[in-house]
């Protein structure tokens, strides 16, 4: 049963454009919730977090967009660069799961020239 | 380097064989986490160390999975008798607070376990 959903496993997007990535989860108790970005035969690396009692959060290029009500979070990336290519994750926590981290199976962004 | 480092790299095996993964975490960091990522699967938790307290077991897969770790620091995760779908990527991260408190987990590399 996965909590956290990605269910693009892929994205194509033109340089220059707005990337948008979405991410669904069913556990209304999870607080917390980041995405990691990871590249090729690397570990993932943290990018940016959205608490529960914010509904968007933004740092430069970046904006993650929290709907509680229908469970949805989303990454805005604009505009897009090449260096952004790489498998973003979703992952959310929760104070009754000891903040373990629930991943979801990541997205593919792949920016086109 | 100031980063977390896994070792080995790669790890080919044999079916049967017990393996060795190492985890070096952030200095100063106290909490550390094993997950694994298979292939077109999203990473799942495994085990969760932080400070003295004892170790957040309930991920970990079958008995054939324990981890240590000694002094507070390095961990080592081993898997006894391997079979071909413990194949998967193992990440190791660190983190200087609980993960859901707004601190972040800086990952390691990652050691790519392929059984035969």
């Known amino acids: 049963d996965q909590q956290v959903k990605q269910n693009s496993p892929s994205l194509s997007v033109q340089e220059g454009r707005i990337s948008i990535l979405n991410c669904d989860y069913t556990n209304s108790m999870f607080d917390y919730f980041l995405w990691y970005k990871k590249y090729p035969a690397e570990g993932p690396t943290f990018l940016i977090s959205i608490s529960s009692i914010k509904d968007k959060n933004e740092d430069g290029r970046f904006t993650v967009f929290l709907n509680k009500s229908a469970k949805h979070l989303s990454l805005h990336i604009v505009p897009s660069q090449p260096g952004d290519s790489a498998v973003y994750f979703c992952?959310?926590?929760?104070?009754?799961?000891?903040?373990?981290?629930?991943w979801g199976a990541g997205t593919k962004l792949i920016i086109k020239p | 380097g100031a980063g977390v480092s896994q070792s080995p790299s790669n790890k080919v095996t044999e079916k049967g064989k017990d393996v060795e993964l190492r985890c070096d975490p952030i200095?100063?960091?106290?909490?550390l986490y094993w997950y694994r990522q298979s292939l077109g699967q999203g990473l799942e938790f495994l085990i969760y160390?932080?400070?003295?307290?004892?170790?957040?077991k309930s991920g970990l897969p079958s008995d054939r999975f324990s981890a240590e770790r000694t002094g507070g620091s390095v961990s080592t995760l081993t898997i006894q008798r391997t079979q071909q779908e413990d194949s998967a990527v193992y990440l190791c991260?660190?983190?200087?607070?609980?993960?859901?408190?707004?601190?972040?987990?800086?990952f390691g590399p990652g050691t790519r376990l392929l059984v035969l």
């Open positions: 991260a660190s983190s200087s607070m609980l993960a859901g408190t707004g601190e972040t987990q800086y």
């Open positions: 160390f932080q400070g003295n307290s004892a170790p957040d």
């Open positions: 992952a959310a926590s929760a104070v009754d799961s000891n903040y373990q981290l629930i």
């Open positions: 200095s100063g960091h106290t909490a």
